[in-house]
């Protein structure tokens, strides 16, 4: 889990998965082929057109599955707001994106959750929601260390008091 803070914000994100890697190789590989089979390598010898075309389509289908995996919709990302006191949730992709915007007054923490099976894997979950409810806005998954860090920076976020500008005097502006 990626956790960056600076004065102004806190950025959570899900580790990058296979997807984006694995997407650059199939797409790579598809573009090899297509241009295997439209003649760019003289030393490929083709016993017949139906091959030829077997290998095109094959190339086109490899290309098509590699875009569509560097294309899809990346990992969630979550960003507090200590300005204007929000908190965003949204998805990091090409396309347009829905965000989920809560204030902090709706945001009640953050929980670490250890999940079953023989692996250290952990999720962190975002709490929010009004009067004593509360649901889970999303569940980010990584190892311990990382949901901790996480958690820690955004209840640490949610205790502090209202962010305020620094009040810069006539005299501070004249030393600059």
Not at 68 to 81: A, T, V
Request: hydrophobic share 45%; proline share 5%.
């Amino acid at each position: 889990m990626l956790v960056h803070e600076s004065p102004e914000k806190l950025t959570v994100q899900e580790d990058p998965g296979w997807g984006w890697g694995l997407g650059g190789v199939f797409a790579a590989f598809g573009v090899v082929i297509l241009a295997a089979s439209a003649g760019v390598f003289q030393g490929i010898l083709w016993p017949d057109s139906l091959t030829r075309g077997l290998a095109g389509a094959a190339g086109l289908g490899v290309l098509l599955m590699g875009l569509l995996l560097l294309l899809r919709p990346k990992d969630w990302i979550l960003e507090m707001d200590r300005k204007e006191r929000k908190m965003l949730l949204y998805r990091k992709g090409p396309w347009p994106r829905r965000t989920n915007i809560w204030n902090f007054a709706e945001v009640k923490g953050a929980r670490l959750v250890r999940l079953g099976g023989a692996g250290a894997s952990w999720s962190m979950e975002v709490l929010v929601g009004s009067g004593q409810e509360a649901m889970v806005a999303h569940c980010f998954q990584s190892d311990k260390a990382g949901c901790e860090r996480a958690c820690r920076a955004i209840e640490r976020i949610l205790e502090e008091p209202p962010w305020e500008a620094p009040a810069v005097t006539l005299r501070a502006r004249i030393r600059m």
